[in-house]
């Protein structure tokens, strides 16, 4: 019987590890994608980026402009060779197209934080990629 016991209360453990780094994953939504005129080969895409409490993105870039700004709650911003900075609703963040965006988190364990994102990238090329 204890064994049982063990290996059930494992499982849960693993399940309640597996739901929580699950739930740290950012929440992405598209809101538009244009085409620019002036700009051949060009687009912006503009997302709304949500992390749960205490979630963060993974180290990626954008290979674009790209151009932060804050809703609600506040984030945790930092670019490989640049500073850590923590920003409040109404402040702003900018990546360029080589930027490595080493923080990208949440700075509250019990509020959702919010933002938008304007990117301007090459037609068709991902909006983020892993860096490793």
Known sequence: MTGKVVVSGLLCLLCLLTNTALAQ????T???SKDL????????????VEHVPGGSSVVHRHDAQAFVY???GSVV?????????????????????????VIDRNASRTESAKFVVFMIKNK???ALMPVQ
């Open 25 to 28: 994953e950012a929440k992405v």
């Open 70 to 72: 804050v809703l609600q």
């Open 124 to 126: 068709g090329a991902p």
């Open 77 to 101: 911003m930092q670019v490989k060779g640049g500073e850590q900075v923590t920003l409040t609703a109404g402040q702003t963040f900018y990546e360029g197209p080589g930027d490595i965006h």
């Open 30 to 32: 598209a809101l538009m």
């Open 37 to 48: 005129a002036d700009n051949p080969g060009k687009e912006l895409l503009m997302i709304a």
